[in-house]
């Protein structure tokens, strides 16, 4: 299960944000905190990411994803990633449990690779190191990766993934839980791939489509194509995929992650959760991150822009919302948890007050200035015509380009 998470010096983010998905100590909708023996409190079934565009959540996300890619031995990105007014090694870190026993990763990295790189664990409680990267330097807990001697790895790619791959139990274990982080931010061509390779999760994918009143009964490879299976009272009937809605193919990409994960217990990692898809399908969605419905203790971590599933009386808590906003003297963006911002009632309308600018995380629109300007044509500037010809003449042509 997924525990924490931070990006440092990535895109947007100059300080570190840090995401957390423990429970806080709010006693409303107990049914969206999910059981964990390695943290008391219970961690949130899923997370909210709201705010402006450009603000980050998609490179939040998205850092998880690279994460996952990272630690599964491809080489770090060699383009720029660091903040883009400063400079410095970008920093993605995690917490999660696996068989139990909390970890802790780190990797840091430039364009040039790794700079340091970082494993412990709490299989007795305390924390322990598995292994500490920095350079080409490396320690080691006390006997910890036994056969590290035999390791090789490149500059550009995790000492994890090579401990891993040689047998080392932690590290595999460590390894092992990150990979199972499902992300639906690779397209809809990888999702059909994988629905045909598992029949299993076609088949739960397809419950999904037929709940969530898609009213898709079938995926049918055939020698045109991809092709989907409709069903009305009284016939069944076949449409190609270019001729299916948005909304249908954006469902499919979403909840091929979201059963999988369901279905394994794993982390879902969604971009736009919202994209295409009805609140109510989105509401339905949530609603399968609960205690009742969970029951492989599956987490989502997600992004959206729908403002109505702030509704903490029927769907979420206010520790599952974060806000990102857009810093306007340094272009930094920053962070912040729901329950940060004080002097909110608990009656409060959220919607209300995220529109209100309660929370700042809103696009800086200014309703008052225009798009087009008026402004006086060249040849009336240059005649000496009288006040009322000039007003008769905009009257005529109000608007110029």
């Not at 919302?321 to 409060?348: C, M, N, P, Q, W």
Request: proline residues 3%.
């Amino acid at each position: 299960m997924l525990t924490e998470f931070s990006v440092f010096d990535r895109g947007p983010f100059k300080d570190r944000v840090v995401v957390s998905m423990r429970a806080g100590s709010s006693d409303s909708h107990p049914e969206n905190v999910l059981e964990s023996r390695a943290d008391d409190g219970g961690l949130l079934g899923s997370v909210l990411f709201l705010g402006p565009n450009s603000s980050g959540k998609s490179m939040l996300l998205e850092s998880l994803d690279l994460l996952r890619s990272i630690a599964s031995g491809d080489p770090v990105p060699s383009h720029r990633e660091a903040f883009v007014f400063g400079e410095g090694a970008t920093e993605i870190s995690i917490s999660f449990t696996s068989r139990l026993i909390p970890y802790d990763y780190s990797i840091s990295y430039t364009t040039e690779g790794v700079v340091s790189e970082s494993l412990y664990q709490y299989a007795t409680g305390r924390r322990s190191m598995v292994f500490l990267r920095s350079g080409d330097g490396f320690r080691f807990g006390k006997g910890a990766v036994k056969n590290r001697k035999t390791i090789s790895v490149d500059g550009r790619r995790s000492f994890l993934s090579a401990a891993a791959e040689s047998g080392d139990e932690a590290c595999s274990d460590a390894l092992k839980e990150i990979l199972r982080m499902r992300t639906a931010l690779s397209g809809l061509q990888e999702s059909l791939e994988i629905l045909e390779s598992d029949p299993e999760l076609k088949g739960v994918v397809l419950r999904a489509l037929r709940l969530a009143d898609f009213r898709v009964t079938g995926i049918r490879l055939t020698e045109s194509g991809l092709e989907f299976e409709h069903s009305t009272e009284d016939e069944r009937f076949l449409l190609p995929l270019s001729a299916e809605s948005d909304g249908l193919k954006r469902a499919l990409q979403v909840l091929t992650a979201v059963c999988s994960s369901l279905m394994e217990g794993s982390v879902a990692v969604v971009d736009d959760l919202d994209l295409h898809l009805h609140p109510r399908v989105v509401r339905w969605i949530l609603e399968q991150y609960t205690s009742d419905r969970d029951p492989n203790l599956a987490q989502l971590v997600a992004s959206v822009h729908d403002a109505t599933l702030l509704d903490s009386k029927g769907l979420v808590r206010r520790d599952q919302v974060y806000f990102l906003d857009k810093g306007v003297r340094d272009g930094a963006s920053k962070i912040a948890r729901l329950t940060e911002f004080g002097g909110v009632r608990k009656d409060a309308d959220l919607q209300k007050a995220y529109f209100g600018w309660r929370f700042d995380a809103l696009p800086r629109i200014s309703s008052s200035e225009e798009l087009l300007r008026r402004r006086r044509r060249k040849s009336e500037m240059m005649t000496g015509r009288g006040f009322l010809p000039i007003v008769i003449s905009r009257l005529c042509r109000p608007w110029e380009a």
